[in-house]
């Protein structure tokens, strides 16, 4: 059922990819502004002759996977944190679903101003936006926990930290994973953003590179490789759930 989705999808993509370059060559769509699939494709390897798309690539996955793994430590024990403690819940949890909606991307001068011009405030402002949905999709997956569940473990005479391991995170698995792709991918998009705006190593600077060259190909080239890299990080993510859920 899966390889046949995942066939389904790469079939529709394929299409929507024919019909730009059949949009383009009849005139709908000015190739001057977006170039024909093919000519993307064969800036690919240009771009990894010349560009350095695996040295950029290695520096925008370390700055993803570090505000990631910094908001996965962080937000799932905030998450715990609130709920086990009602009156903190009620007072946070509001505050964390309107930091989820803000674009914190535009605070890039601020952040600037208090760690300078290096990979630290692409990691920092990733972290920050990253945090929301694991705190958020964290509490929600231990307040959807049956609470038949926890009557068995505690007749089981299960303590907290045992109740927590062995009932509490298995059952809110599902719920605390979604926090975390949604974390990596809002992490992976703020760190290209962030290194677009400022011009700073990485996939996202080579973006602005190639745009300000008016390399259309390169340019779209750059962006369909990001979009691969997000794909690639989300299903990884997804076959590691699947393995600790059938580990569990």
Same mark, same amino acid.
């Given at each position: 059922?899966r390889? %046949?989705?995942?066939?389904?999808?790469?079939?529709?993509?394929?299409?929507?990819?024919?019909l730009v370059q #059949?949009a383009?060559?009849?005139?709908f769509i000015?190739?001057y502004?977006?170039?024909?699939p093919? &000519? *993307?494709?064969?800036?690919?390897p240009?771009?990894v002759? /010349?560009?350095?798309?695996?040295?950029?690539?290695?520096v925008s996955?370390? /700055?993803?996977f570090?505000?990631?793994?910094?908001?996965?430590?962080?937000g799932?024990?905030?998450?715990?944190?609130?709920?086990?403690w +009602?009156?903190?819940?009620?007072?946070? /949890?509001?505050?964390?679903a309107?930091?989820?909606?803000a674009?914190? $991307?535009?605070a890039?001068?601020l952040?600037?101003?208090?760690?300078?011009?290096?990979s630290?405030?692409?990691v920092?402002?990733?972290?920050?936006?990253a945090? +929301?949905? #694991?705190?958020?999709?964290?509490?929600s %997956?231990?307040s959807? #926990?049956?609470?038949?569940?926890?009557?068995?473990?505690?007749?089981?005479?299960?303590?907290?930290?045992? &109740?927590?391991?062995?009932?509490l995170?298995p059952?809110?698995? +599902?719920s605390?994973?979604?926090?975390?792709?949604?974390a990596?991918?809002? %992490?992976? *998009?703020?760190v *290209?953003g962030?290194e677009?705006?400022?011009?700073?190593g990485?996939?996202?600077?080579? *973006?602005n590179d190639?745009s300000?060259?008016?390399?259309?190909?390169?340019?779209?080239?750059?962006i369909g490789f990001?979009?691969l $890299?997000? $794909?690639?990080?989300?299903?990884?993510?997804? %076959?590691g /759930?699947r393995?600790?859920?059938?580990?569990?």
């Open positions: 059922m390889a %046949g989705a995942a066939l389904f999808g790469l079939v529709v993509v394929a299409g929507l990819v024919g #059949v383009i060559g009849a005139g000015d190739e502004t977006v170039p024909r093919m &000519e *993307i494709a064969a800036a690919l240009r771009l002759r /010349e560009e350095h798309v695996a040295s950029r690539f290695l996955a370390a /700055e993803t570090a505000a990631g793994a910094l908001a996965t430590v962080v799932t024990a905030l998450g715990a944190a609130l709920f086990r +009602p009156l903190l819940r009620r007072s946070f /949890e509001p505050w964390a309107v930091l989820a909606a674009p914190l $991307v535009l890039y001068p952040f600037l101003v208090l760690f300078g011009r290096s630290v405030t692409v920092v402002i990733a972290f920050v936006s945090l +929301p949905p #694991v705190v958020l999709q964290t509490v %997956g231990f959807s #926990v049956r609470p038949v569940l926890l009557a068995v473990g505690r007749s089981f005479g299960l303590g907290r930290r045992s &109740e927590f391991r062995h009932v995170l059952a809110a698995l +599902p605390v994973f979604t926090g975390l792709r949604l990596l991918m809002f %992490g992976l *998009i703020n *290209i962030v677009f705006l400022i011009n700073l990485g996939l996202g600077a080579l *973006i190639l300000e060259r008016y390399d259309l190909p390169g340019t779209w080239a750059a990001v979009v $890299v997000s $794909v690639t990080f989300f299903v990884l993510l997804d %076959g /759930e393995w600790l859920r059938q580990r569990g």
